[in-house]
C-alpha cells in the first residue's frame, strides 16, 4: 500500500470549487492533469478519464464512483487492467476554512500486487498531477 496527498487552499466558497470540479465535461478548459473526463458524477457511476502525467505519460482509466457528497467528497476507484493488481483509491474533500476560502486535498491510495513495482514511479507523477491541477484550479477560482 501507498498514498500520496496534495491540498492547497483556494479564496472561493466550497459550493465553487465543487462546481468546478463536478464539471468532468470542462476539464480540458482547465485541467493539466486529467486532460479529459467523460460520465456523470453519481454514485456506481463509471467514468472515462485521460490523465497526463506531467513529463511522462498520458493513461486512461475507467473508475468507479464511490461517494459524491456535494459540496464536499468526490471518491472513486480505479484499476490498472484487472483489479487487485494495480488500484487506485482517491478523494477529493472539500473543507471550508472561511465562508469564501476552502481546502481543497487530493488524496490516492494505491493497493495490489503490482504496488511494490510501479508504486513509487506512478506515485511520483500521480503526486506531481495533483499538485499542478491544484494549482490550476486555485489560478482559475481566484483569477
Same mark, same amino acid.
Given at each position: 500500500m501507498q498514498s500520496i496527498r496534495s491540498e492547497i487552499d483556494i479564496d472561493a466558497p466550497a459550493a465553487r470549487v465543487w462546481d468546478l470540479l463536478a464539471?468532468?465535461?470542462?476539464?480540458?478548459?482547465?485541467?493539466?492533469?486529467?486532460?479529459?473526463?467523460?460520465?456523470?458524477l453519481a454514485e456506481g457511476e463509471q467514468l472515462r478519464l485521460v490523465l497526463q502525467i506531467p513529463d511522462g505519460m498520458r493513461m486512461k482509466i475507467r473508475p468507479r464512483l464511490i461517494t459524491v457528497v456535494e459540496p464536499v467528497e468526490i471518491r472513486?476507484?480505479?484499476h490498472l487492467m484487472v483489479?487487485?493488481?494495480?488500484?487506485?483509491d482517491h478523494r477529493f474533500v472539500l473543507t471550508?476554512? !472561511?465562508?469564501? #476560502?476552502?481546502? $481543497? @486535498?487530493?488524496? !490516492?491510495?494505491? #493497493?495490489?500486487? $503490482? @504496488?511494490?513495482?510501479?508504486?513509487g514511479w506512478i506515485g511520483a507523477g500521480a503526486r506531481r498531477g495533483f499538485a499542478a491541477m491544484n494549482r490550476a484550479a486555485k489560478a482559475r477560482l481566484e483569477g
Open positions: 464539471d468532468v465535461a470542462a476539464y480540458p478548459d482547465w485541467n493539466p492533469f486529467i486532460r479529459r473526463a467523460e460520465g456523470i472513486w476507484i480505479g483489479p487487485g493488481l494495480f488500484d487506485g471550508p476554512l !472561511e465562508p469564501a #476560502r476552502t481546502r $481543497l @486535498v487530493q488524496e !490516492e491510495t494505491f #493497493r495490489g500486487a $503490482l @504496488v511494490p513495482v510501479f508504486g
